[in-house]
């Protein structure tokens, strides 16, 4: 973990988590027409509690070897959308649910800049002595 993942903690992780699956929910949405096309999400709970835990450590061999820090945002493989409905195209967008699902994400976005801010805002305040 790098000293700004730890300084600014979980919601600082968490931003990486929204944004990518922002990413992915727009990508959704506009492939609505297209045949064929497979819906992908990705699993908040399951990145957010692997990008909490503390990683490995890496064994080095070697003086020359540089140990790694940790990388900020959990590497994950999205997950495709059962639909509640079939169409028959194949494609299995449902345009009400990937944007209720864009808008409550974008919501938990900014809380979780919000959260950052009001850490970074903090950390620089004990530096000044304000």
Not at 74 to 94: F, H, I, K, M, W
């Amino acid at each position: 973990m790098s000293n700004i993942d730890a300084l600014l903690g979980l919601p600082a992780r968490a931003l990486a988590v929204h944004d990518q699956r922002n990413t992915l929910l727009a990508n959704n949405i506009a492939n609505a027409d297209t045949p064929g096309f497979k819906a992908r999400d990705l699993d908040f709970r399951a990145l957010l509690k692997s990008a909490s835990a503390e990683p490995a450590p890496i064994r080095t061999t070697r003086a020359e070897h540089i140990s790694s820090p940790g990388g900020t945002a959990p590497a994950s493989e999205p997950l495709y959308r059962r639909p509640l409905q079939n169409s028959a195209d194949g494609n299995t967008v449902e345009t009400d649910i990937e944007q209720a699902a864009f808008a409550e994400n974008a919501v938990r976005y900014q809380a979780a800049v919000r959260f950052v801010d009001g850490r970074a805002k903090s950390l620089l305040s004990a530096i000044r002595g304000d």
